[in-house]
């Protein structure tokens, strides 16, 4: 079975450039999921998707971030312009779960940012 | 704060030993947990979970062992080899917000020949 495939898988951008990442999350899972994680850190969420509704982007920098899963399949995530500090490791995950229920979440190998 | 915590950042462990990976959580309300391992360059890989009506769990080399009364987790492996060498992560389903889950920082752990 196919994981959950990333791309790019590195990424150099100056600053104040549009960066944009995709995700295609296992086949069957509803729930998807992007994450951020920092050198040396555990992933943080950035938004949550159950099918095509983002059920939670609360963590999510709205001025320049945005993300989008227009058929509830693939997603893609956006910075729009990056700034220095959004160097990091995105991370995509998928889950057969959906809220009140309990799954593994499965993760991608991560788009490697790093802002010049 | 409510959040994951670890009691090592590193452990190191000879080739074929036990390891024993620690976490302390606080939130009471958590009633999901999962153990990822992470090598350099990948994404968390998952290898067990456990739910709070449980208090231990087995899989492949690996144990789970949940103690809701002072809120502590830990993944031991058995007979450690040098694959095992990667950064250990535990994750708690955040009870306000199912499906969201928080890490802690990892454990490092490395496996010596």
């Known amino acids: 079975e196919a994981g959950v495939v990333q791309s790019p898988r590195y990424k150099i951008i100056e600053k104040k450039q549009p960066v944009a990442f995709w995700c295609n999350p296992i086949s069957g899972h509803n729930t998807l999921y992007w994450y951020r994680q920092n050198l040396g850190q555990g992933p943080e969420l950035l938004i949550r998707?159950?099918?095509?509704?983002?059920?939670?982007d609360s963590q999510l920098p709205k001025d320049r971030f945005s993300a989008e899963r227009l058929k509830g399949v693939d997603s893609t995530l956006k910075i729009q312009p990056a700034e220095l500090g959004d160097s990091a490791v995105y991370l995509c995950?998928?889950?057969?779960?959906?809220?009140?229920?309990?799954?593994?979440?499965?993760f991608g190998p991560g788009t490697r940012l790093l802002v010049l | 704060g409510e959040s994951v915590g670890l009691h090592l950042p590193t452990l190191s462990v000879q080739e074929g030993d036990n390891s024993i990976i620690n976490c302390a959580y606080s939130n009471s309300a958590s009633d999901y947990f999962i153990w990822y391992k992470q090598e350099s360059g990948k994404g968390p890989q998952f290898i067990i979970d456990?739910?709070?009506?449980?208090d231990k769990r087995q899989g492949q080399r690996v144990t789970v062992l949940l103690n809701k009364t002072v809120k502590h987790l830990s993944l031991q492996i058995a007979a450690t080899q040098p694959g095992d060498s990667a950064v250990y992560f535990c994750a708690e389903n955040y009870g306000g917000s199912q499906g969201n889950l928080i890490f802690g920082k990892g454990t490092k752990l490395s496996v010596k020949p």
């Open positions: 456990i739910r709070s009506n449980m």
């Open positions: 998707y159950e099918n095509e509704e983002a059920v939670d």
């Open positions: 995950a998928s889950s057969m779960g959906t809220s009140g229920t309990e799954a593994p979440q499965y």
